[in-house]
């Protein structure tokens, strides 16, 4: 059961454009990570939400933690060719007496010059 | 700096020859993780320690063992690897209770069986 649904999956875009990725479930989290991967290596974290409504800003990237906490989005603004990559979102749920984080499928992103 | 270290970085073995992956951590975190990723998939859990107490994941196959001689090293042996179980593997950490739950990952060692 695929319990954080991420889209879109696949996004090629040109130098400059802007794109919002959507993690999105009926679940709540109590909190949300963002990943950027870049092809053999591992997830970098780049953010993590804890609050309904929360957003936080890097640089060119926005990231928004849903009023409910259920789900999430991830703007950029006037992408750049480094920005490419593989754009993960995993939500943190106690479950089984432990902290586990739940993945959403991924976003490939491809930004070309 | 503090950070997540995998070795090797790639591993090539032969089908049915056991292999060991390592992990240390100089983070002081008291989880740790192993994930298996496939190509173009998000990573799978395989298991994790939540300092010495073990927790399987109930869809991990018995092939796979882990060992967790201290807080800074974890180790991944695969008893008797096939060629499904060629992909990356990924070690992560974190600290329970407290934090935001963010999870901490390495570089992978990627494994390729022949």
């Known amino acids: 059961t695929q319990l954080l649904e991420q889209s879109p999956q696949f996004l090629s875009i040109q130098e400059g454009e802007n794109l919002t990725v959507y993690c999105n479930s009926s679940?709540?989290?109590?909190?949300l990570q963002w990943y950027r991967q870049e092809p053999g290596e591992g997830p970098v974290l780049l953010v993590t939400?804890?609050?309904?409504?929360e957003v936080k800003k890097l640089k060119r990237l926005t990231f928004q933690f849903g009023d409910a906490r259920k789900d999430s989005s991830l703007h950029i603004t006037a992408a750049q060719p480094g920005d490419t990559g593989l754009y993960l979102c995993?939500?943190?749920?106690?479950?089984?007496?432990?902290?586990?984080?739940?993945f959403g499928a991924g976003t490939r992103l491809a930004v070309h010059p | 700096d503090a950070m997540v270290i995998q070795n090797p970085r790639y591993q090539v073995t032969q089908f049915g020859k056991p292999v060991t992956l390592s992990c240390s951590q100089t983070?002081?975190?008291?989880?740790m993780y192993w994930y298996q990723q496939k190509s173009s998939q998000a990573p799978k859990l395989l298991f994790h320690?939540?300092?010495?107490?073990?927790?399987n994941e109930a869809d991990t196959p018995d092939n796979f063992q882990s060992r967790r001689p201290n807080t800074s090293f974890c180790f991944l042996d695969i008893r008797s690897p096939g060629l499904g179980d060629a992909a990356m593997y990924l070690c992560?950490?974190?600290?329970?209770?407290?934090?935001?739950?963010?999870?901490?990952f390495g570089p992978g060692t990627r494994l390729t069986v022949t």
């Open positions: 992560a950490t974190s600290t329970f209770p407290g934090g935001a739950y963010e999870q901490y």
């Open positions: 679940s709540v989290f109590s909190s």
């Open positions: 939400v804890v609050t309904g409504g």
């Open positions: 995993a939500g943190a749920r106690f479950s089984g007496g432990y902290n586990k984080l739940i």
């Open positions: 983070l002081n975190h008291n989880v």
């Open positions: 320690y939540y300092d010495k107490d073990f927790n």
